[in-house]
T-cell receptor, first 115, second 115 residues
Framework: DTGVSQDPRHKITKRGQNVTFRCDPI?????LYWYRQTLGQGPEFLTY????????KSRLLSDRFSAERPKGSFSTLEIQRTEQGDSAMYLCASSPTGLISNEQFFGPGTRLTVL | AQSVTQLDSQVPVFEEAPVELRCNYS??????LFWYVQYPNQGLQLLLK??????LVESINGFEAEFNKSQTSFHLRKPSVHISDTAEYFCAVKMGSSNTGKLIFGQGTTLQVKP
């Protein structure tokens, strides 16, 4: 399968714990996006990478959130000191270099539940 | 700020009936418009997109959407729905001026096709 993959698919954690999610984009896609989707809402943009550079972060991304894409391939999203409000589906998407209008391909998401 | 509004959170319809899912956006600059579909327990998939040219765009499975600049709308239609069309549908925009290509999503519309 050559689509976007995310790991884990589900994560249950206790409030105050740290969690890390991984995203593997489609090979050779240099644009990578993280979104968050809460129940009954559409995805909301969190952050954007072009290769290894993090070029935009949403105000939704508090200081407890950090994302990396160290070699311009896979990306990680870490949430420190999780809160119940962090419970959501975290989506990763990638798109090829070139036009901004290029399609974004989404992974299956990581569902986070904070108890 | 740019926003996308999907006017109906749920649309119940009988099989083989026509359906319209409404989408309006607010933007004073050029936009690219997308409809994504999310089947149960699956990731977001692109259904169709408007980038430029003809304002009527079609998908391979019978959906179509029309870009109306004066009404800032991009409604999705299908003349005859199938049970398999039951899913969550998201309208999304990219600002033509964006350097990142991030998507701004609506809240989603659940299409429930009944036999």
């Amino acid at each position: 399968d050559t689509g976007v993959s995310q790991d884990p698919r589900h994560k249950i954690t206790k409030r105050g714990q740290n969690v890390t999610f991984r995203c593997d984009p489609i090979s050779e896609h240099n644009r990578l996006y993280w979104y968050r989707q809460t129940l009954g809402q559409g995805p909301e943009f969190l952050t954007y990478f072009q290769n290894e550079a993090q070029l935009e972060k949403s105000r939704l991304l508090s200081d407890r959130f950090s994302a990396e894409r160290p070699k311009g391939s896979f990306s990680t999203l870490e949430i420190q000191r999780t809160e119940q409000g962090d419970s959501a589906m975290y989506l990763c998407a990638s798109s090829p270099t070139g036009l901004i209008s290029n399609e974004q391909f989404f992974g299956p998401g990581t569902r986070l539940t904070v108890l | 700020a740019q926003s996308v509004t999907q006017l109906d959170s749920q649309v119940p319809v009988f099989e083989e009936a026509p359906v319209e899912l409404r989408c309006n956006y607010s933007s004073s600059v050029s936009v690219y418009l997308f409809w994504y579909v999310q089947y149960p327990n699956q990731g977001l998939q692109l259904l169709l997109k408007y980038l430029s040219g003809s304002t009527l765009v079609e998908s391979i499975n019978g959906f179509e959407a029309e870009f109306n600049k004066s009404q800032t709308s991009f409604h999705l239609r299908k003349p005859s729905v199938h049970i398999s069309d039951t899913a969550e549908y998201f309208c999304a925009v990219k600002m033509g001026s964006s350097n990142t290509g991030k998507l701004i999503f609506g809240q989603g519309t659940t299409l429930q096709v009944k036999p």
